[in-house]
T-cell receptor, first 112, second 114 residues
Framework: DQQVKQNSPSLSVQEGRISILNCDYTNSMFDYFLWYKKYPAEGPTFLISISSIKDKNEDGRFTVFLNKSAKHLSLHIVPSQPGDSAVYFCAALTGGSYIPTFGRGTSLIVHP | EAGVAQSPRYKIIEKRQSVAFWCNPISGHATLYWYQQILGQGPKLLIQFQNNGVVDDSQLPKDRFSAERLKGVDSTLKIQPAKLEDSAVYLC????????????FGPGTRLLVL
């Protein structure tokens, strides 16, 4: 039973446009969410996070939105750049565990 | 600051053989994690250490997998004997403490069991 779902295995976007990556979760106990970015042959690297007490967190070109009632979060990348091409993992934590549950990832390709 | 180091980067073995992976976390990081990432899936935690003690090994298949972190720094993960379904990338990560949400990952060891 997947508690964190990334239903789009891949996404293709033109350079300069917005990339929107989606993530849904089922466990209402999750209270902290993270996005990781992974290049081939490298480990995931932390990108941005959001606490359940917020509905938006921004860091440069990256913004994460959280809709708790819908159990949905999204990562917006504006403007998208070819160097953003990577696999993006959504992960969720409960306060008691601090062990992230990862989604399957979405492969983003940004075309020049 | 050096990142998390792992070796080997790639390993091919036959089923029923043994294999060991090594991880050196970021200096000063007390917490170390081993994850298994099967192709097409997200990383799944196998074991978490806090210094040299095990915090969580509930998802470690203990009949064939073992891990240790004897001096609270480096760690090794062993599989004995390996099965075909163990083919995956094994990721090591570290964090400052057990309650630091940000984990820093190594490049992983890609294991292929034939």
């Amino acid at each position: 039973d997947q508690q964190v779902k990334q239903n789009s295995p891949s996404l293709s976007v033109q350079e300069g446009r917005i990339s929107i990556l989606n993530c849904d979760y089922t466990n209402s106990m999750f209270d902290y969410f993270l996005w990781y970015k992974k290049y081939p042959a490298e480990g995931p690297t932390f990108l941005i996070s959001i606490s359940s007490i917020k509905d938006k967190n921004e860091d440069g070109r990256f913004t994460v939105f959280l809709n708790k009632s819908a159990k949905h979060l999204s990562l917006h990348i504006v403007p998208s750049q070819p160097g953003d091409s990577a696999v993006y993992f959504c992960a969720a934590l409960t306060g008691g565990s601090y062990i992230p549950t990862f989604g399957r990832g979405t492969s983003l390709i940004v075309h020049p | 600051e050096a990142g998390v180091a792992q070796s080997p980067r790639y390993k091919i073995i036959e089923k029923r053989q043994s294999v060991a992976f090594w991880c050196n976390p970021i200096s000063g990081h007390a917490t170390l994690y081993w994850y298994q990432q099967i192709l097409g899936q997200g990383p799944k935690l196998l074991i978490q250490f806090q210094n040299n003690g095990v915090v969580d090994d509930s998802q470690l298949p203990k009949d064939r997998f073992s891990a240790e972190r004897l001096k609270g720094v480096d760690s090794t993960l062993k599989i004995q004997p390996a099965k075909l379904e163990d083919s995956a990338v094994y990721l090591c990560a570290s964090s400052l403490g057990a309650f630091q949400e940000t984990q820093y990952f190594g490049p992983g060891t890609r294991l292929l069991v034939l």
